[in-house]
């Protein structure tokens, strides 16, 4: 998660920029960059790798006049974490200083578009974005409509500032995708630009979000915004209120919904700097074995509790796909009471947000009086579970508050699929073009997620005419059967609806005798190698007059006609289909428990961390 800010005004823009970079140094900082727009030579660009503090130690009293320019703080998707990959990046005629947060899927294919003659400075997906804005703006094309040709021409998720060298005092901003914010803050007589509201409250609250698709053309004294097809959009300056600040919801009601949007972010936090590109492959640090110690391994043993339990039975299939070990999952609370046969050969990856659940913790104190090998997957530093285990892989979530889990599950279902793929690379049983193939569908999740966020009006009415149902059930096959349990769990928990989830051909091994019009099904029905089971199962329900709501793949529309409700995913690839099948049933219990006025941050009887057995 890279960090941008951006200034245009009266005041001295270099200690606003590297200021602003100190606040958002939390989001990466493997190198650091600034770019002013000077008179005479036109762009002075600085970078260099390592924390802010190593780039202010380079500028320190050498940086030239400017009153506008652009800040950036990275963490390396694309392209190692070097000073020629840091940002900002121009084009070759140094027309454009660009800073970019999330990635240009297409990149590759954007540089081929560009011809032979066309030389790169960097390896960063970024840099063909700088090349693409640059020809435009030497061909003659406004500033604005050169940034809104190139980033029409890109696929993905990202946000970025651009700065054209021949104008003095106009910065671009644009949005793509849901991963990846832009706020545009109002001051006196100057404009800034962040990825972070945080960065921009030390200036001024008063603030406009981007929408993915938008674009501002901002200067000192006035901003305009466009959508992507170029028509203007009249958008409000927002008074943002310290409370509301200090509470972290930002423009949200609810910490759930907050978190809930948050996914995209989330999703390719957990990406950047371990799925990497050029070749494609995934490197984790914190991993506990090497090459030989994982060719030792004979089984895993995944645990946890809750969503985070649910993450795990996704992750199986992963361990046993890439790295073709058996895999099981376990209940922590029941691991520990079973006797487990544990052994040197057996490495435990346990799941746990807050790294904090006691049932979680004494799962792996008995793994580690067993000597087995553990890794663990959290979301807090310093937390308990990352002193047990020997390596953890840090979701970089950020805090969640409400109590029902959202962007941890999306979180660690990803950096299970990247534990497995590292995995599958030691042990040697992972294809090569099996692991670049899930690396670039993983590269494309933060922008499927977005997009799936986008079907929030269509579950918003969907569970208006359901809110009054008092039992559903919950269907799902293979990756979806983990989904189908926590859109019941999430239903239960938000809305205090009895609901369950179940593999959908257990069904008429006894939930079916339940089904009747008062029972609607959530049946989770992707074109997998399952879909025609999942297809007569739903017929099954429906004959026994079940309403049903089926969660069905891009495009897919052979259910049309026959359940009552249709909800779309976006195209995403099926081994990472839970990631984004996750947020509608996310959205269903959120709107039902809206619809039912429950307390959706803190649902009753529950508790964030559980540190009781
Ligand atoms: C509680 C929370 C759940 C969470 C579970 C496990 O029950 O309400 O949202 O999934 O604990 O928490 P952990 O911090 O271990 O992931």
Same mark, same amino acid.
């Given at each position: 998660?890279?960090g ?17 970079l100190?606040?958002?140094?939390y989001?990466g ?6 770019a ?10 600085e970078?260099?790798?390592?924390k802010?503090?190593g780039?202010v130690?380079?500028?320190e009293g ?21 000073e ?5 990046l121009?084009d ?5 200083a ?19 003659g ?20 030497a061909?003659?094309?406004d ?18 500032v ?13 949005r ?46 006035r ?23 200090a509470?972290g ?16 972010d989330a ?7 371990r ?21 030792a391994?004979?089984?895993v ?11 795990c039975?996704?992750?199986?299939h992963?361990?046993?796909?890439f ?8 209940n ?39 000597g ?12 308990q ?56 569908a ?11 966020l ?5 579950v ?8 009054r ?41 006894g939930?079916?005798?339940?089904v ?18 999942m297809?007569s ?10 309403p ?14 026959v359940v009552?409700?249709?909800?779309e995913?976006? $195209?995403?690839h099926?081994?990472?289909s ?28 529950? $508790? ?6």
């Amino acid at each position: 998660m890279c960090g941008i800010i951006a200034y245009t005004g009266e005041r001295s823009a270099g200690p606003i920029l590297l200021d602003g970079l100190r606040h958002l140094e939390y989001r990466g900082y493997d190198s650091a960059g600034i770019a002013l727009q000077v008179e005479g030579p036109g762009l002075h660009v600085e970078r260099a790798t390592g924390k802010i503090e190593g780039l202010v130690r380079r500028v320190e009293g050498r940086l030239p006049e400017a009153t506008s320019g652009v800040g950036h703080t990275r963490w390396a998707t694309h392209g190692e974490p070097s000073e020629r990959n840091a940002h900002p990046l121009t084009d070759p005629e140094r027309r454009v200083a660009l800073v970019h947060n999330g990635i240009v899927e297409n990149h590759e294919e954007l540089r081929a578009a560009l011809g032979d003659g066309q030389t790169f400075a960097s390896d960063t997906d970024t840099e063909v974005l700088a090349h693409l804005i640059g020809r435009e703006l030497a061909r003659g094309v406004d500033a604005l409509e050169a940034v809104r040709c190139a980033v029409g021409r890109a696929r993905g998720a990202f946000s970025l500032v651009a700065m054209p060298r021949d104008e003095p005092g106009r910065l671009i901003a644009a949005r793509v995708g849901h991963a990846g914010g832009i706020v545009v803050g109002h001051g006196e007589g100057e404009r800034l630009l962040a990825s972070d509201l945080g960065a921009l409250l030390p200036h001024t609250r008063r603030v406009t979000f981007l929408e993915p698709g938008e674009l501002a053309d901002v200067r000192a004294e006035r901003v305009c915004y466009v959508d992507s097809a170029g028509a203007a959009v009249e958008k409000a300056v927002e008074e943002q209120a310290v409370s509301a600040v200090a509470l972290g919801k930002g423009r949200h009601r609810h910490f759930l919904a907050k978190e809930l949007h948050e996914q995209p972010d989330a999703v390719l936090d957990v990406l950047r700097g371990r799925y990497l590109s050029d070749p494609f492959r995934v490197e984790l640090e914190g991993f506990p074995l090497d090459e030989e110690g994982a060719r030792a391994l004979r089984r895993v043993v995944l645990v946890g509790m809750g969503t985070s339990l649910l993450a795990c039975s996704v992750g199986r299939h992963y361990v046993e796909r890439f790295a073709r070990l058996p895999a099981e999952v376990d209940n922590a609370s029941e691991f520990r009471y079973r006797r487990p046969v544990l052994d040197p050969g057996t490495l435990v990856i346990s799941v746990s947000q807050s790294g904090e659940t006691a049932d979680t913790l004494a799962a792996m104190e008995e793994a580690r009086a067993a000597g087995c090998p553990q890794l663990t997957v959290c979301n807090t530093p310093g937390a308990q579970a990352t002193r047990v285990a020997d390596g953890t892989v840090f979701l970089r979530a950020g805090p969640e508050i409400s109590v029902a889990s959202t962007k941890c599950l999306t979180s660690s279902i990803t950096a299970l699929h990247a534990i497995a793929l590292h995995l599958g690379r030691l042990t040697g049983r992972l294809p090569e073009e099996l692991a670049a193939e899930q690396v670039r569908a993983a590269l494309h999740l933060p922008a499927a997620v977005g997009e799936a966020l986008e079907l929030e009006p269509q579950v918003a009415g969907i569970a208006e005419r359901y809110a009054r149902f008092q039992n559903f059930l919950f269907l799902g096959r293979g990756l979806s059967y983990p989904m189908a349990m926590e859109g019941a769990l999430k239903l239960k928990e938000l809305a205090y609806i009895h609901a369950e989830g179940y593999p959908a051909g257990e069904m008429k091994h006894g939930p079916i005798a339940l089904v009747d019009e008062s029972v609607p099904t959530v049946a989770i029905a992707l074109r997998d190698e399952v879909f025609e089971k999942m297809r007569s199962n739903i017929e099954q329900l429906r004959a026994r007059r079940g309403p049903v709501i089926a969660v069905v793949s891009h495009g897919d529309r052979s259910l049309d006609g026959v359940v009552e409700e249709l909800v779309e995913l976006p $195209a995403v690839h099926p081994l990472l289909s839970p990631v984004v099948s996750a947020v509608p049933l996310q959205l269903l219990a959120y709107h039902i428990a809206l619809e039912r006025g429950a307390d959706v941050d803190q649902p009753r009887n529950l $508790a964030k961390t559980v540190t009781v057995e």
